[in-house]
Nanobody, 119 residues
Framework: QVQLVESGGGLVQPGGSLRLSCAAS????????MGWYRRAPGKQRELVATITGGITNYADSVKGRFTISRDNAKNTVYLQMNNLKPEDTAVYYC??????????????WGQGTQVTVSS
């Protein structure tokens, strides 16, 4: 079993910045895909950004404002969020797709961290 622990959420004013972190621990042989998703009140969960190897992908709504990165040695993925807007308010979830020590593919989700953008 692999656990993902997110941190870094909070309340920020429009135009401000936050940095989210997600650390993976447990029976990990290798992690391929890591991503951030979010769910705003009354809406479905949506993809925010993903990183596989050195390849990144972003939702159109966050391009140019958010940056995803990862530290493979720490099994950690980050999401730097700049120029935050009220519409970025949501619970942000980390997702990792990995191979465990028995070489079985699986995935895990974090518990979510709240980001609120408001003046």
């Amino acid at each position: 079993q692999v656990q993902l622990v997110e941190s870094g959420g909070g309340l920020v004013q429009p135009g401000g910045s936050l940095r989210l972190s997600c650390a993976a621990s447990g029976s990990i042989f290798s992690i391929g895909y890591m991503g951030w998703y979010r769910r705003a009140p009354g809406k479905q969960r949506e993809l925010v950004a993903t990183i596989t190897g050195g390849i990144t992908n972003y939702a159109d709504s966050v391009k140019g404002r958010f940056t995803i990165s990862r530290d493979n040695a720490k099994n950690t993925v980050y999401l730097q969020m700049n120029n935050l807007k009220p519409e970025d308010t949501a619970v942000y979830y980390c997702n990792a797709r990995y191979t465990d020590y028995e070489l079985r593919p699986s995935q895990s989700w974090g518990q979510g961290t709240q980001v609120t953008v408001s003046s």
